[in-house]
């Protein structure tokens, strides 16, 4: 039975909209089987909230409680414990990924000069950027650009950098109730600049009544459960150009 050529691009646009729009996958290059834990280079780090700082919270951390700065460092520690199943061995280099930083000149890093003051201008804006990480998102540029910041930091032809960021969405439900959702997404590149391994996935915490807290609990344990499914998702061997970011 033959299909009209409507129906087939139907299919194929569901096709579309069911792969790109999973909450959690996991792909790799087939050429892309480390036996053992390979050295991947952090290139950017990034976590970042739209819901806006919350007064109890700053209170809090001028209390000596944590800042957005330190939920994004613990994030981090968990993905890199995570990347650990799939042979990859996160380290950072600051000598060298500071080198991406020139690519662009829109990106302006927000630095007072004062650690105190960096935090708190972090939680007010909820955005944080690893510090020994660049703070130009490069994996989200053009091919071209992608392959000149691969060449400004590589050292040999057989090198591993990894683009990630955690996005915290802030949503109501039921009315009263809210709660954070968060989105982590993946990408490694080798000296080719080629994408040789990409993943995302989502976490929610509980739900809050009425207020909704940024605490560090909250973040780190959604961003556990995050890591969970991702851990649970089926690899495929294959570099899909819609599950990109």
Not at 64 to 92: H, Q, R
């Amino acid at each position: 039975m033959k299909l009209s050529l409507f129906k087939y691009f139907a299919i194929v646009i569901l096709a579309f909209f069911i792969s790109g729009c999973a909450s959690t996958w996991v792909e790799k290059s087939p050429e892309f089987t480390p036996e053992k834990q390979k050295k991947t280079i952090t290139c950017y780090y990034e976590v970042s909230g739209d819901s806006g700082a919350d007064v109890f919270d700053l209170a809090k951390q001028g209390a000596g409680g944590k800042s957005f700065a330190d939920v994004g460092m613990n994030t981090y520690k968990l993905l890199e414990k995570a990347l650990e199943k799939y042979n990859l061995n996160l380290v950072t280099d600051r000598s060298r990924t500071r080198q991406l930083d020139t690519i662009t000149k829109d990106w302006k890093e927000l630095d007072t000069g004062n650690d105190s003051v960096n935090k708190l201008v972090g939680s007010l804006s909820q955005e944080w950027v690893h510090p020994d990480t660049s703070d130009v998102p490069f994996h989200r540029y053009s091919d071209n650009l992608v392959k000149k910041a691969v060449n400004k930091i590589k050292r040999g032809n057989n090198e591993l950098f990894l683009a990630a960021n955690l996005k915290i969405e802030d949503q109501d439900q039921y009315l009263v109730f809210k709660r954070f959702r968060l989105i982590l997404s993946v990408k490694v590149i080798n000296s080719d600049a080629e994408t040789v391994f990409q993943a995302r996935s989502q976490g929610f915490t509980k739900m809050a009544f009425l207020r909704n807290p940024i605490s560090a609990e909250r973040i780190e344990t959604a961003m556990a459960s995050a890591l969970a499914k991702m851990e649970k998702a089926e690899i495929k061997n294959k570099i899909s150009t819609f599950n990109n970011f």
